[in-house]
C-alpha cells in the first residue's frame, strides 16, 4: 500500500515564507509525476506546480514567480518552497502523484490528506 503525507503547513505572515513537504511510501518501484495541489475555502481544487521524475515542473497561473516545486527522487519526497506568502495562499495544500508499483508494475494516482496553510497576521 503507498500513502503520501504532507508536512509544513501552519500559520505564516502575509509576505513570509514556508515550505511543504511531501513524502511518498509504501510498494513503490517510481513516481513519473509529482504534484502540488491547494483548495481554499470556496473554492475549486487548483495545481499549485508539478514535476517529472526528470525535474521538468510546471506551474498554475501566477505561482512561478513565488512558488518553487522540487523532488528527491532517492527519498521520494516532493518539496515546495513558497515565498512572499499572501492572505490568498490560505488553502489545504495537497500532494498528488502518479506512482508505479514495485509489487506489479501497475500505474496509480493517489492523494494526501493536506496539510493547510494559514496566512494572516
Known amino acids: 500500500q503507498v500513502q503520501l503525507v504532507e508536512s509544513g503547513g501552519g500559520l505564516v505572515q502575509p509576505g513570509g515564507s514556508l515550505t511543504l513537504s511531501c513524502a511518498a511510501s509504501?510498494?513503490?518501484?517510481?513516481?513519473?509525476?509529482m504534484r502540488w495541489y491547494r483548495q481554499a475555502p470556496g473554492k475549486e481544487r487548483e495545481l499549485v506546480a508539478g514535476?517529472?521524475?526528470?525535474?521538468?515542473?510546471n506551474y498554475g497561473d501566477s505561482m512561478k514567480d513565488r512558488f518553487t516545486v522540487s523532488r528527491d527522487n532517492a527519498k521520494n519526497m516532493l518539496y515546495l518552497q513558497m515565498n512572499t506568502l499572501k492572505a490568498e495562499d490560505t488553502a489545504v495544500y495537497y500532494c498528488?502523484?502518479?506512482?508505479?508499483?514495485?509489487?506489479?508494475?501497475?500505474?496509480?494516482?493517489?492523494w494526501g490528506q493536506g496539510t493547510l496553510v494559514t496566512v494572516s497576521s
Open positions: 514535476i517529472t521524475i526528470g525535474g521538468s515542473t
Open positions: 509504501g510498494s513503490i518501484f517510481n513516481i513519473p509525476d
Open positions: 498528488n502523484a502518479d506512482v508505479r508499483s514495485q509489487r506489479n508494475g501497475d500505474y496509480f494516482n493517489i
